[in-house]
């Protein structure tokens, strides 16, 4: 499943969610949301995956991003288009 890493108070994290909510994904069955707050161990997957400290970050099976809007324009492609 999609994997999206995030921050509870990042508004880059919170703009994709709510693209994802519009889009009509949902939560647990779409995707997946790990908490990647700082000191947790998603931040260091985040990390040990794409090499910097920065969310939102998707991941999907090989395929990682850290673009909020690339984020977007991947679930769309995945689960829309
Ligand atoms: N260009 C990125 C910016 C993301 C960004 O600045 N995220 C902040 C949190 S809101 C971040 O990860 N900062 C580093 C950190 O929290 O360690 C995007 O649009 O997704």
């Not at 999609?2 to 693209?19: G, H």
């Not at 069955?29 to 985040?46: E, F, L, M």
């Not at 920065?54 to 829309?80: A, H, N, T």
Request: hydrophobic letters at 40%; a negative charge.
């Amino acid at each position: 499943m999609v994997e999206l890493y995030i921050a509870s108070t990042c508004p880059f994290c919170i703009k994709v969610i709510r693209a994802a909510e519009e889009m009509g994904l949902t939560e647990g069955k779409d995707y997946q949301i790990v908490d990647a707050a700082h000191g947790t161990p998603g931040r260091k997957k985040v990390v040990d995956t794409g090499g910097k400290s920065m969310v939102p970050f998707l991941l999907d099976g090989g395929s990682w991003m850290y673009e909020s809007d690339d984020i977007i324009d991947y679930l769309r492609d995945k689960f829309v288009n």
